[in-house]
């Protein structure tokens, strides 16, 4: 929404950092301005004095910035509906299951091909609408297929599987890959190799160096990156991460301009205090859903993905550089 000078509102939450504290444990506030580094710094302008809300006893920090603005909303419906079709999916699965049908893999890979080609792609997906909805609506077609197998099943009806080994177009939009593929550990060397180009391009976006980094640390997140990987892809992964990370060198910066230390949302990424979240965003861009299966499996904090994923992918466009 744009007031009559053309300023954009902003939501700006704050969360009370002493949970003693008597009051409101979230505290939102609303104010126009031109980006959301302006928007944060009048809220807390207007709010920073003795005893004031981002005053000298630090009760609050702001958690949260949001453009309320019609692009802003279409992305908060997006991510619900990609909330709510991952539990559909969940429920047909355990549907499939419980009908002893798991086994009909490739029936999903070919149903969600003729969903996604033809309800979606000819009959709701406008011409001009580009690939930003393509892997949404390949999780419509993931869904819809899930339920009609559940439902086939149900009604006792013998399924024939097709020869074709599943795509791995299709097997991702469910995070998973074939079985030769799944969750296998990178071999030292080639962890190795895609840690260096990490540290090398880390320390050039942050100026820091090896000693201020916790090289375990990194190398844990390498490792779990490089499991969503494909066998056949890996041993010239470097070079393609390498590729990547110098498309993107601008993103990068403007990432750490504002989740760095000294940036204005310092101390909300954790991640980015770690080489290793380099390939995490390149991971993040090619294999979203495979990665955020595996980094649930081998026990790594969620949020930490998921808050880094938001900012990779939406703030660091142009709009945001400085």
């Given at each position: 929404?744009?007031?009559?000078?053309?300023?954009?509102?902003?939501?700006?939450?704050?969360?009370?950092?002493?949970?003693?504290?008597?009051?409101?444990?979230?505290?939102?506030?609303?104010?126009?301005?031109?980006?959301?580094?302006?928007?944060?710094?009048?809220?807390?302008?207007?709010?920073?004095?003795?005893?004031g809300l981002y005053g000298d006893q630090g009760l609050y920090r702001v958690v949260e910035a949001v453009e309320e603005s019609p692009q802003s909303e279409a992305r908060q419906l997006r991510a619900a509906r990609e909330r709510f079709l991952s539990a559909v999916m969940?429920?047909?699965v355990a549907a499939l299951d419980d009908q002893s049908t798991s086994a009909h893999t490739e029936l999903v890979d070919v149903l969600s091909e003729f969903f996604f080609n033809t309800v979606f792609t000819r009959a709701i997906v406008s011409p001009d609408s580009g690939e930003e909805h393509a892997q949404l609506y390949a999780r419509d077609g993931q869904v819809l297929s899930r339920l009609l197998l559940a439902h086939l099943?149900?009604?006792?009806?013998?399924?024939?599987?097709?020869d074709a080994r599943p795509s791995v177009r299709l097997l991702e939009a469910e995070g998973r890959r074939p079985r030769d593929d799944?969750?296998?550990?990178?071999?030292?060397?080639?962890?190795?190799?895609?840690?260096?180009?990490c540290e090398q391009h880390y320390a050039a976006v942050t100026g820091t160096s090896a000693e201020q980094w916790d090289r375990e640390s990194a190398q844990e997140l390498v490792d779990v990156a490089l499991r969503t990987v494909?066998?056949?892809?890996?041993?010239?992964?470097?070079?393609?991460?390498?590729?990547?990370?110098?498309?993107?060198?601008?993103?990068?910066?403007?990432?750490?301009?504002?989740?760095?230390?000294?940036?204005?949302?310092?101390?909300?990424?954790?991640?980015?205090?770690?080489?290793?979240?380099?390939v995490l965003c390149e991971r993040i861009e090619t294999s979203p859903l495979w990665l955020e299966g595996i980094w649930a499996k081998h026990g790594q904090e969620e949020t930490a993905l998921e808050r880094l994923q938001n900012s990779w992918l939406y703030d660091t466009g142009e709009r945001y550089g400085r």
């Open positions: 929404m744009e007031s009559d000078s053309g300023l954009i509102r902003y939501r700006i939450v704050a969360q009370r950092t002493d949970p003693a504290h008597p009051g409101a444990s979230v505290v939102t506030n609303y104010t126009y301005a031109r980006s959301v580094e302006e928007a944060v710094a009048k809220v807390r302008r207007a709010k920073e004095k003795p005893g969940d429920a047909a099943a149900h009604h006792g009806l013998d399924l024939v599987e097709a799944e969750d296998s550990q990178a071999s030292a060397e080639l962890i190795e190799q895609v840690l260096a180009v494909r066998m056949a892809e890996r041993k010239t992964y470097p070079q393609a991460l390498e590729a990547y990370l110098h498309e993107h060198r601008a993103r990068l910066e403007r990432l750490w301009r504002r989740y760095g230390p000294g940036g204005m949302f310092a101390g909300e990424l954790v991640l980015i205090d770690l080489p290793g979240f380099l």
